[in-house]
């Protein structure tokens, strides 16, 4: 059972990237990225609501939403859990660090609507994963998702005083960089 579980953490995290791979979560990664301290606060903020949402999502729909024939209403409800989680969050860090607060800006919020957490909620229930498998999934793909978030913030912050071609500057630099990392970690489904 735990070799399973590191196989489906280190799936989720490397070989199917959300970000890379799924291409969730593209307006954070992108948006965030800038320099690595704000992309680790976003990627841990990440983790947290992915890891969280996954747990909350699957006790809710299999003790609750698929026993009362809710099922239907699966959507609905995990989005108010990751709405309500990310709150939390915001209530966190506004208290313990204003400046990384402030630095997510309108990105912290935005978790709420962010297609990877959702796409990781409702994945589970699709897959019929049991709980532990929704939580390990749910962190492998919340630590992909920070990963990701970081190596594009590290390439990101060297290459920011790089002479780029003018038509290659800025967004189209990002989006390259970005493809790049895709195609490396696609690397990694030798290993699947």
Do not use: H, W
Not at 52 to 81: E, H, M, P, Q
Not at 87 to 110: D, H, N, R, T, W
Not at 151 to 167: C, H, L, Q, W, Y
Request: hydrophobic share 55%.
């Amino acid at each position: 059972m735990a070799k399973t579980l590191f196989l489906v953490l280190i799936t989720t995290a490397l070989i199917n990237n959300v970000v890379l791979s799924q291409f969730l979560g593209i307006c954070p990664f992108l948006g965030v990225s800038r320099n690595i301290k704000t992309a680790a606060g976003m990627g841990g903020a990440v983790v947290f609501v992915i890891t969280l949402s996954s747990a909350v999502t699957s006790l809710l729909y299999t003790y609750v939403l698929d026993k009362l024939g809710l099922t239907y209403l699966r959507t609905i409800v995990f989005i108010a859990v990751i709405a309500f989680l990310v709150q939390l969050v915001e209530i966190f860090l506004k208290k313990v660090s204003p400046a990384l607060y402030k630095s997510l800006g309108v990105y912290l919020p935005l978790i709420t609507t962010n297609c990877a957490v959702l796409g990781t909620a409702l994945t589970n229930v699709q897959q019929s994963n049991d709980f532990v498998t929704s939580v390990v999934t749910g962190l492998g793909t919340a630590l992909g998702f920070c990963v990701a978030i970081i190596i594009m913030a590290g390439v990101r912050e060297k290459t920011e005083s790089n002479d780029f071609p003018k038509s290659f500057a800025g967004t189209p630099a990002v989006l390259m960089t970005a493809c790049l990392m895709s195609i490396a970690f696609y690397g990694f489904n030798v290993f699947a």
